[in-house]
Structure formats: structure tokens, C-alpha cells
């Protein structure tokens, strides 16, 4: 089974800042990579598949990198509305399992 | 657009079983495999499973395999989780999503409204 950590588990940032999570997945899984976001009490909303192919309607000042066993997701200006908790999951052989989520706080 | 809808909130006893549901919107419902994910209070996502309604191909996550079930109705584009015996572990918001695919690389596209499962003596 392949596992995902993402660090830091816990992030605190100010509007305007450029943040990056990073995603590490226990084996080589190329760019079967997708990134979520999920607010307190919300369904998660996917915003990148493939490791940086932005969703449609996600704000371009988000974007994902990496390959292979290490991946990032980068928000070059934070904005009010993007403190919430980001999730990355693995696609390799139907499993799907979500890294344990960085939770992206107001400094 | 597409909808997932799911049936709502459950409170239920130790022991009990429980059937909650996911209905597409749409009929190509059975070309798409439906995903089911759990969030335990205050906790990440953890993947449970997944079925292509279309011919009820199912697969399960370790953690998941013999403690749940997994079906389709594709007649009624709805899909299920099930438990035969609850525990008071089993308390959490549970999802269902849709996949997509890109090139080769898959994610969760779609989701329902979650259901909220509370068991509790």
C-alpha cells in the first residue's frame, strides 16, 4: 500500500505570503497526483489532478509540481479564502490514499 | 452538472446495521466508478473503496476490506455503503465521489453532500 505524508502538518501564514505544502508518496508514483481543499464543514473540492493540472475555475495563483515519490502545492499570494485544510491522494492500481493533510492557518 | 446526492444523517446502535446511499443525477452514472471516503471527527480523509456501477466491479482499501460493503443499483444510478455490525468507531461524515480520470491519472471529481453517522448506545 502506498502512503502519503505531507509536511508540515500545520502551516501559519499571513495574507499575501507564498506558501508550499509538500506531498511525499512512499513509491514512485509519476504524476498520479491530485490536491484538495477542504474548508471546516465543507465537502472537500478537488483543485489540481495529474500534480499540476489546475482544475477548471481554481485561481491560477495556485499550482502543484513534482513527480515520482515528491510533490508540491505552491499558493503564490494567500489569499482570506484559501485558509482551510489541503489534502494530496495517490492514483496507482486502485488505491487512493490521501496524505493526513496540512491545515493552513491565519499567522 | 453533475449531482451525487446522499441519504441522510444516521443515528444508530452498536451491533445494528446500516445501508446509506449515493444517487447520480446523470445516466452515464454507471461509466463512472464511484469512490466512498471516510472523515472521522476532526480527522483526514481516508479512502475506503470503490465500485463501477456498471458491473459492480469493486475494490477496497486494506483498511476497509471485510468491515464494509460496497454495491450498485445502476437501474436506479444509486450506490451503497454498508455495515452488518456498527461500532462506535464507525461515528464519522462519510462521502461518496465520483472519478475522473487524465491520462492515466485519477482523482476524486465529484462528491456528494456527505452523510453523518453517529453511533452511540
Known amino acids: 500500500d502506498i502512503q502519503m505524508t505531507q509536511s508540515p502538518s500545520t502551516l501559519s501564514a499571513s495574507a499575501g505570503d507564498r506558501v508550499t505544502i509538500t506531498c511525499r508518496a512512499s513509491q514512485n508514483i509519476g504524476d498520479w497526483l491530485a490536491w484538495y481543499q477542504q474548508k471546516p464543514g465543507k465537502v472537500p473540492k478537488l483543485l489540481i489532478s495529474?500534480?499540476?493540472s489546475l482544475e477548471s475555475g481554481v485561481p491560477s495563483r495556485f499550482s502543484g509540481g513534482g513527480s515520482g515519490t515528491e510533490f508540491t502545492l505552491t499558493i503564490s499570494s494567500l489569499q482570506p479564502d484559501d485558509f482551510a485544510t489541503y489534502y494530496c491522494?495517490?492514483?496507482?492500481?486502485?488505491?487512493?490514499?490521501f496524505g493526513q493533510g496540512t491545515q493552513l492557518q491565519v499567522k | 452538472e453533475v449531482q451525487l446526492v446522499q441519504s441522510g444523517a444516521e443515528v444508530k446502535k452498536p451491533g445494528e446495521s446500516l445501508k446509506i446511499s449515493c444517487k447520480g443525477s446523470?445516466?452515464?452514472?454507471?461509466?463512472?466508478?464511484i469512490a466512498w471516503v471516510r472523515q472521522m471527527p476532526g480527522k483526514g480523509l481516508e479512502w475506503m473503496g470503490i465500485i463501477y456501477p456498471g458491473d459492480s466491479d469493486t475494490r477496497y482499501s486494506p483498511s476497509f476490506q471485510g468491515q464494509v460493503t460496497i454495491s450498485a443499483d445502476m437501474s436506479i444510478t444509486t450506490a451503497y455503503l454498508e455495515w452488518s455490525s456498527l461500532q462506535a468507531s464507525d461515528s464519522a461524515m462519510y462521502y461518496c465521489?465520483?472519478?475522473?480520470?487524465?491520462?492515466?491519472?485519477?482523482?476524486?471529481?465529484?462528491w456528494g453532500q456527505g452523510t453523518l453517522v453517529t453511533v452511540s448506545s
Open positions: 446523470e445516466n452515464s452514472f454507471t461509466r463512472y466508478w
Open positions: 491522494q495517490q492514483y496507482k492500481s486502485f488505491s487512493y490514499n
Open positions: 495529474k500534480a499540476s
Open positions: 465521489a465520483r472519478r475522473g480520470c487524465n491520462g492515466g491519472s485519477c482523482y476524486l471529481e465529484h
